[in-house]
């Protein structure tokens, strides 16, 4: 099984929904976090969420809470919703969160997590799957939060083995992960630094207990390396046409989305951060995107790209 991480800002409902109408590849896509302020679901995720929005196949929300009061009022939402599954986030690693007592921030004192999954567990009768980091600060912290987490009947847990303060750099630890699959009673499940088919088969290699694993950036950066992995291969002619069809229909989902061309325009500057990276000259190419003064701009861009420039070799 290969999973879609939830990234903020990326992997939206529109990206999700124009990947699954292309793709078939992935298995299971997790909607980036939702979370509450005033006690009330923060309005700008509220679209992520909405079951309209994610009628591909099967979508996982994810949840950023720091207390039982908010795991109830997200919960009660998204049964509401009719979702049958939630994921815990344990893992954001930025500052503005765990600064708040949210993501990464709970990995210091496991013992805040009991109530966390106490109310879920006695509230609701959905699965809940945790993705976490090693730690906040060190990795060794992973070891009495797994204790914790056999306590509870969750249906796997999603391990990106990074301490919150490495962010994205550096690499992954992995004694932090294979202490997290020795010593979990749940399906672990792997995250982290698969960029290509080649780093899909050194991990599947090292750690041959795992059988689903998540992808991130690995996906944002080359959108054929789920099928890659499963073993599709595909032409050079067929990735311009894949990708082309790919792009038309971000950019005609988000101007219906966006509230006007200029919020539209931005969103794709983003997507084009990651979506230059099929590129061998992809610093070029980013570089008259994120120039562009209008969608008319990127799309003729992205036509010469299509055409002319050449795709980046994967393996």
């Known amino acids: 099984m290969i999973y879609l991480a939830p990234i903020q800002g990326f992997t939206d409902y529109i990206y999700r929904k124009v990947y699954a109408g292309i793709f078939s590849s992935v298995d299971a896509y997790f909607i980036p976090y939702v979370t509450v302020q005033n006690e009330q679901i923060v309005r ?7 079951p309209g929005n994610n009628l591909y196949g099967r979508a996982v929300p994810q949840i950023l809470v720091r ?8 919960g009660s939402i998204l049964k509401n919703y009719g979702y049958a599954e939630v994921n815990l986030n344990l893992g ?6 765990t600064n ?29 799957s945790v993705k976490l980091r090693a730690g906040l600060n ?13 306590d509870y009947p969750l249906s796997e847990i999603i391990v990106h083995a990074r301490v919150a303060k490495q962010l994205y750099k550096g690499t992954v630890n992995e004694m932090a992960f294979q202490i997290a699959l020795e010593r979990s009673e749940h399906p672990v499940v792997y995250n982290g630094d698969i ?25 944002l950066m080359n959108v054929f390396l789920p099928a890659e992995i499963k073993g599709w291969r595909f032409t050079d002619a067929e990735k311009r046409f894949t990708l082309q069809h790919f ?9 219906q ?22 590129f061998d000259d992809h610093a070029r190419i980013f570089k008259k995107i994120k120039k562009s003064k209008s969608i008319t701009d990127v799309q003729r861009e992205a036509m010469l790209a299509f055409r002319d420039a050449t795709l980046k070799q994967t393996c």
């Open 67 to 74: 207390d039982a009061q908010e795991t109830e009022l997200l």
């Open 92 to 97: 954001c690693p930025y500052p503005m969160v």
């Open 100 to 128: 708040r007592g949210r993501g990464s921030a709970l990995l210091q004192n496991p013992e805040s997590l009991k109530p966390i999954l106490d109310t879920f567990f006695e509230q609701f009768k959905l699965k809940l």
């Open 138 to 150: 060190d990795p060794s912290e992973i070891e009495q939060v797994i204790s914790v987490l056999n």
């Open 247 to 255: 792009h038309a229909g971000i950019v005609e989902a988000y101007l």
């Open 195 to 219: 960029f290509s088919v080649d780093d899909f088969q050194r991990r599947s290699e090292q750690f041959s207990a795992v059988s689903d694993w998540m992808l991130g950036r690995g996906v």
């Open 257 to 278: 989305a966006a509230d006007n061309p200029g919020n539209a325009l931005n969103k794709l500057k983003q997507f084009w951060i990651y979506f230059s990276l099929h």
């Open 44 to 50: 700008k995720y509220e679209r992520e969420i909405l």
